[in-house]
């Protein structure tokens, strides 16, 4: 009988947690992934600006948005983006090599998803 007890508060108490957990979620939803800059001048900065719109019903935040190399610098808010708003995400490109790049900065979030590539492209010239 003292099983059987134990048992129903076990599962009384995981049946409690489950609803506890669900949470409102943020979900991601980018205008882009992927920008080609084309032809930039050497020596010249760019920047690629990626929109981000939280379409979910809870703030969405950006834990680390973290770029492949030195040469690329990634800014973003630091606050939670609230459900319906669309902020920026800026990668700026340091373009001190001739010829083509691929540049990325992976974005990690509290969605479902969780991380995300973002792709910078294009090619330096003279």
Known sequence: MKTLKKLGTVIMTVA??????????????WAST???LGEIEHNVPATATFELT???DGPLIIQEA???????????P?????????????A??????????RKSVTVTTNTE?????L??????IE
């Open 16 to 29: 409690l947690m489950s609803f506890t957990l669900v949470d409102s979620a943020a979900i991601a939803d």
């Open 34 to 36: 992927e920008i080609n």
């Open 54 to 56: 939280n379409t979910g």
């Open 66 to 76: 973290k770029p492949s190399c030195g040469c690329t610098v990634a800014d973003y």
């Open 78 to 90: 630091r606050r939670p983006i609230e459900p319906g708003e669309t902020v920026e995400i800026k």
């Open 92 to 101: 700026q490109y340091n373009a001190r090599t001739l010829g083509n790049f």
């Open 113 to 117: 998803v969780g991380t995300y590539h």
């Open 119 to 124: 792709v910078l492209r294009g090619k330096v």
